[in-house]
C-alpha cells in the first residue's frame, strides 16, 4: 500500500494501515477499510487533533469497490473549539458505521481526514 496516500502523520498503527484498500481502481488515492477496522481507525484517533470530515460507504460487487452513494460528513461549527468538533465528528462517524445497514453485502467505509489546528 502506498503510505503516501494516507496523512503521513495520521496517528493510527502501521496495521490499521497496511490492512487498508487502495481505490486506485476508482481513480481517486484514497483507502477504505470494513466495519471493524474503519471503527479501530476512529478508535485510534480519539485524543488527537484530527477530524473526521466525513466518508463514503463502498460495496465489493464483481472483485471491485463501486459506491454506494451513501455518505457522511462533518462540518466545524463557528462557534466550536478544534477539540470539541475532532470529538464530534469521531462520534458521528462511529455512529453512522456502527449503524450502517451492511446486509449480506461486503461493505467498506473511506474516511476523509483532517487535522483540526
Known amino acids: 500500500m502506498p503510505e503516501d496516500a494516507l496523512p503521513a502523520d495520521l496517528p493510527i498503527p ?24 474503519a471503527l479501530e481507525v476512529v478508535s485510534a484517533l480519539e485524543g488527537t487533533a484530527w477530524a473526521i470530515l466525513g466518508g463514503v460507504v463502498l460495496v465489493l460487487r464483481e472483485g471491485a469497490f463501486t459506491r454506494r452513494y ?18 464530534r465528528s469521531h462520534r458521528e462517524t462511529h455512529s453512522y458505521i456502527e449503524r450502517y445497514p451492511e446486509g449480506n453485502a461486503d461493505v467498506s467505509y473511506v474516511l476523509v481526514f483532517k487535522q483540526c489546528i
Not at 481513480?27 to 466495519?35: K, N, T, Y
Not at 463557528?78 to 475532532?86: A, G, M, Q
Open 14 to 37: 502501521q496495521e490499521l494501515k497496511t490492512c487498508a484498500t487502495s481505490l486506485v481502481h476508482l481513480g481517486v488515492r484514497e483507502f477504505a477499510w470494513p466495519r471493524t477496522k
Open 70 to 87: 451513501d455518505n457522511w460528513h462533518s462540518d466545524r461549527r463557528s462557534d466550536e473549539t478544534c477539540s470539541d468538533f475532532v470529538k
